[in-house]
């Protein structure tokens, strides 16, 4: 079968340089959540063809299964797994020769879940304030498209 993910890994003990220029990368909101992970990937699309070298146009598709695969790992070692949309993608295509023809999806922190108590106050606040999410009405249709499925 065709695997078009591919992740960069930098472990912040094993190549603190390499991790520094990653943890860069990355939006100043982000660093705040991520600032002692001992972990970081990136997730990335590599535009791998089907059999018979047709597109593959699920690619991104894909590598968000692998990169859920992974965050469920994480999960089940006892640790929590952070993706993260902000980020400079030139930036982090640069500084590791990401291939032109590759995309870089998410930047991913893994680590243990680290006491609210080491966030700044603002931050800290988002993190204790509960999640919401959009009614199920609003994203699963039945038959046909704007038909709430009836759960």
């Known amino acids: 079968g065709v695997e078009p993910w591919r992740f960069l890994v930098w472990d912040r003990t094993r190549d ?6 990653a943890f860069d990368c990355l939006s100043a909101g982000n660093k705040l959540w991520v600032k ?22 699920y690619t991104q598709h894909d ?7 992974l965050a469920l790992q994480a999960v089940a070692l006892g640790l929590v797994a952070h993706q993260m949309a902000g980020f400079d993608a030139e930036k982090v295509r640069a500084a590791f020769g990401i291939p032109a023809d590759c995309t870089p999806l998410a930047m991913i922190a893994v680590g243990y879940q680290a006491s609210p108590d080491v966030l700044d106050e603002e931050t800290k606040k988002k993190e204790l304030t509960p999640r919401s999410r959009k009614p199920l009405a609003e994203r699963f249709f039945e038959g046909g498209w704007g038909r709430p499925v009836e759960l």
């Open 63 to 69: 590598t968000g299964m692998a990169s859920l695969s």
């Open 36 to 57: 002692n992970a001992p972990l970081l990937l990136l997730s990335i699309a590599s535009p791998d063809p089907l059999s018979g070298g047709r597109p593959n146009r």
């Open 16 to 21: 603190a340089k390499g991790f520094e220029q």
